[in-house]
């Protein structure tokens, strides 16, 4: 069997779902072959993927990294720095001093400030007239400009932040590499977050998450400018890409789904399950990868100390075993347990933050344009990671 699930042209025209659905009945735990370096085993269902998450101590998040392309040795080093790449103890050590900022109460007294950031958002938008491209025009402004928020960035420092942020996650698409033009983004992120940490340590405390960061112990240390730096690419990139993901992709999804959309329209109060659905169905991660660190069995298959294991997500949210009718997009499915925020030890950090944005992005839409229709083909990211749309072309009215 000829597969090629880790080729970024494979996820062009979408998620290959026929494939994914064939191979959970056939060989949920399968190997795929790479080019010019070890092949991974790709992980299927539900409950396998589930499995890896919860032992951390077999299948490693810092040993090579969560992606399935072998890193160079600086590259790596730099991804192990990043709470997403971390295992206990270490990654508890880290997590623990900053989850309480995370938390839904703290993240609920968010929601009014969410709600002007999106209403300025729509604004600019509205401005622009009724044929707009959204994942840029509108979805991808609302990641960036929270985390100003939550950072204490300089405003006038949010487009900057928001440009390169958008140039990190794209660099397996031809189109967005060349539009950048983009030298390496992350280490542009880095370089800006190291300098704002060197401004924050000479200003007064402005009671925000950097001066959590910059005050706090995190493995019995404070963080270096250096570390915040590493910190600050990963809670910038990875809460534009996903929540940019979230926003298009399930606009999009209820396009496709005129009557999940009418529902919707008819009652609002299924915003909140209808963002599940979206995140269930439109995943922003096709995956995260581990490696085995002691010989062990999986699906049957004997997987071997240093073996790459990817767990995907864009597979286990459509297990038949776990969601009934699982093709089906659904804004009334309950219970909904995808695996879109992760589970276990790298549970997201971030879940709290990303549903309110979801909730209050919605909410927001539907109430400003009663007629939202496509204006031309939307365009999926050329990524084996990410699960993103680069053009959504929309008339608004």
Known sequence: MSLALHRPETYVDGAPHELFTRLRREEPVVFQEMDGEPGYWAVLRHADVVHVAKHPEIYSASEGGVVIEDLDPPSLEQMRDMLLAMDPPRHTAYRRPIAPEFKARVIGEMEDRIRTITREILDRAEAIGSELEFVHDVCAHLPSQVV????????????????????????????????????????????????????????????????????????????????????????????????????????????????????????????????????????????????????????????????????????????????????????????NHHLSFGIATHFCLGVHLARLEGRVFFEEVLDRWANIELNGEPRHQQSNLNNSLKSLPLRVA
Do not use: C
């Open 148 to 335: 100003g928020e939550l950072m204490g960035l300089p405003r006038d420092d949010w487009p900057a932040i928001h440009a390169m942020a958008e140039r990190n996650s794209g660099g397996q698409d031809p189109d967005i590499a060349e539009a950048a033009d983009r030298g390496d983004s992350s280490v542009d992120m880095a370089m800006y977050g190291i300098r704002f940490a060197a401004k924050r340590r000479e200003m007064p405390e402005q009671g925000d998450l950097t001066d959590l960061l910059l005050g706090g112990e995190f493995d019995g240390k404070q963080m270096s400018d250096i570390d915040f730096g590493r910190f600050f690419v990963q809670l910038v990139t990875a809460g534009n890409d996903t929540t940019r993901t979230m926003l298009s992709s399930g606009l999009l999804a209820l396009l496709q789904h005129p009557d999940q959309l009418a529902m919707l329209r008819a009652d609002p109060s299924l915003i909140p399950s209808a963002v599940e659905e979206i995140l269930r169905w439109a995943n922003p991660l096709h995956y995260f990868r581990r490696t085995a660190v002691a010989d062990t069995e999986l699906g049957g298959k004997a997987i071997a100390a240093g073996d790459k294991v990817a767990m995907i997500y864009t597979s286990a949210n459509r297990d038949e075993a776990v969601f009934d009718d699982p093709q089906a997009f659904d804004i009334t499915r309950s219970p």
